[in-house]
């Protein structure tokens, strides 16, 4: 049904995603947060905004926290780091930008940091060709089956429950 899919899908995207391109924070996130401009300052040659942010329902030690490295010039994030409390959690930077076009500036390596048992302890990404809006061949989505694979669109088949598996 849509809830399974939709949670199946929330569990692979941080897999297949690549960290950086995006600020990871939805409305709701947002709206938890309190966000400042601390101050004006440079990294990596770059003029940025320093923000900070804090969760606005705790009020202690072990508040969750953001620090964020804005451009000033190309509205891109540059840096983001993410504490629980006093902890560090986890890091993603972005460097080398590429301006694919007037305006859009996209990064062609992305350094992310963990420190949580569980999650990889550093990951680099390179990104060594990017193309925008170019149009694709439909058969760039086509998959070739055997003779014996049936593929059926719209509704999934119901299937009895003693013969379900989890795949």
Not at 45 to 50: E, K
Not at 65 to 91: A, C
Not at 109 to 130: C, D, F, G, H
């Amino acid at each position: 049904d849509a809830e399974q899919k939709a949670a199946v899908f929330g569990q692979l995207m941080p897999r297949v995603a690549i960290p950086g391109f995006r600020l990871a924070l939805d409305e709701k996130s947002f709206s938890q947060m309190h966000f400042q401009v601390l101050e004006e300052t440079n990294l990596d040659g770059r003029p940025v905004y320093f923000i900070e942010g804090a969760s606005k329902a705790e009020k202690s030690q072990n508040q969750k926290k953001m620090k964020l490295w804005i451009d000033r010039e190309r509205t891109t994030l540059m840096r983001v780091e993410v504490y629980d409390g006093q902890q560090f959690v986890s890091s993603i930077e972005n460097k080398n930008f590429k301006e694919l076009e007037k305006g859009l500036w996209i990064p062609s390596r992305i350094i992310v940091k963990n420190s949580t048992p569980q999650s990889l302890e550093k990951a680099t990404y390179e990104i060594p060709r990017m193309i925008i809006n170019q149009p694709l061949a439909d058969k760039t989505f086509s998959r070739p089956y055997g003779e014996a694979v049936q593929v059926s669109h719209g509704e999934a088949p119901a299937v009895e429950k003693e013969n379900a598996k989890t795949p």
